[in-house]
Nanobody, 129 residues
Framework: QVQLVESGGGLVQAGGSLRLSCAAS????????MGWFRQAPEKEREFVAA????????RYADPVKGRFTISRDNAKNTVVLQMNSLKPEDTAVYYC??????????????????????WGQGTLVTVSS
């Protein structure tokens, strides 16, 4: 059974940076596409970024383009979301997700949440103004 554990969240001032990590266990991590999503208070969960299993393909939501970078280290079973120039509207619980069956990223639908079949518990990011 695949397990995902996020870390790296916290409180940061606007303009600052945070680095989120997602550690995977229980599966062949290097074979799976990965994504990051977030859910702000009283809002629906939304897509942030995705990366293909080899790391050659990445996709970002428009609000984070140019500020966030997704990467992965298959040797360490880890996917990272580097967040720079943070804004108060980035405040949310951030979740990593794993697409084991190729239903999201590889089909050209990285934001398709139902395509991801494993999710972490989330890590809270709070950006103060």
């Amino acid at each position: 059974q695949v397990q995902l554990v996020e870390s790296g969240g916290g409180l940061v001032q606007a303009g600052g940076s945070l680095r989120l990590s997602c550690a995977a266990s229980g599966g062949t991590f290097s074979s799976y596409d990965m994504g990051w999503f977030r859910q702000a208070p009283e809002k629906e969960r939304e897509f942030v970024a995705a990366i293909s299993w080899r790391g050659g393909f990445t996709r970002y939501a428009d609000p984070v383009k140019g500020r966030f970078t997704i990467s992965r280290d298959n040797a360490k079973n880890t996917v990272v979301l580097q967040m720079n120039s943070l804004k108060p509207e980035d405040t949310a619980v951030y979740y990593c997700a794993l697409d084991s069956a190729g239903r999201a990223v590889i089909t050209g639908r990285p934001a398709f949440q139902r395509g991801y079949d494993y999710w972490g518990q989330g890590t809270l990011v709070t950006v103060s103004s």
